[in-house]
């Protein structure tokens, strides 16, 4: 198996531009999460999904964000618009069942300028 | 809220010596425990884990101990190797949800 993909690795916009960050899990995995770490604040949870259902959302930091699961094998992150302090490194992961173990991707590095 | 929490940013061993990686929560409610290890320009990857029911759980050279009466776990590396030298996080997850809690890391140095 590949592992979890995500793309683009890397990612330069500027402030006020849209950015969308994709994910392909591992096939077969149920659960999928995206996360956010920065220097300060470590891996933040930002959304998971359990068989392609938002399940919670609550560590997504403002509207500005949203993210979609529209197929087992496919998720996006977006962020509308963009700002500075959204540069991180984005990281999706995948797991089988409540399994505990979380399969992260190569995570996606934003920087917004 | 940082319910798991890191204490150390960084840790410097010596090859061959032991390097001990600790980690508090807070939450009693979780019930499982996991270290990750990360690779510059790299996602995270399994380590090891331990489950509320055990206070021990050793892969090679690798040993997760878990204190649930203080919160605290603690990841034992023995010998330490070069190869070692990256970010370790820990989890914590609890059994009524899917919701896994990550400490900011340690960023390990081992020395040749």
């Known amino acids: 198996d590949a592992g979890v993909i995500q793309s683009p690795r890397h990612e330069v916009t500027e402030m006020g531009q849209e950015v969308t960050l994709r994910c392909k899990p591992i096939?077969?995995?149920?659960?999928l999460f995206w996360y956010r770490q920065t220097m300060m604040r470590g891996l933040e949870l930002l959304i998971y999904?359990?068989?392609?259902?938002?399940?919670?959302d609550s560590g997504m930091p403002e509207d500005r964000f949203s993210a979609k699961m529209p197929n087992a094998s496919f998720s996006t992150l977006k962020i509308q618009p963009s700002e500075p302090r959204d540069s991180a490194v984005y990281f999706c992961?995948?797991?089988?069942?409540?399994?505990?173990?979380?399969?992260f991707g190569p995570g996606t590095r934003l920087t917004v300028t | 809220d940082q319910q798991v929490k890191q204490n150390s940013p960084s840790l410097s061993v010596q090859e061959g010596r032991i390097s001990i990686l600790n980690c508090d929560y807070t939450?009693?409610?979780?019930?499982?425990f996991l270290w990750y290890k990360k690779y510059p320009a790299e996602g995270p990857t399994f380590l090891i884990s331990?489950?509320?029911?055990?206070d021990k759980n050793e892969d090679g050279r690798f040993t997760v101990f878990l204190n649930k009466s203080a919160k605290h776990l603690s990841l034992h590396i023995v010998p330490s190797q070069p190869g070692d030298s990256a970010v370790y996080f820990c989890?914590?997850?609890?059994?009524?949800?899917?919701?896994?809690?990550f400490g900011a890391g340690t960023r390990l140095t081992v020395k040749p």
């Open positions: 939450n009693s409610m979780f019930d499982y």
């Open positions: 992961a995948s797991s089988l069942g409540t399994g505990r173990e979380q399969y």
């Open positions: 989890a914590a997850s609890a059994l009524s949800n899917n919701d896994m809690r």
């Open positions: 331990i489950s509320s029911i055990k």
């Open positions: 096939s077969g995995h149920d659960y």
């Open positions: 999904f359990n068989n392609n259902v938002p399940i919670d």
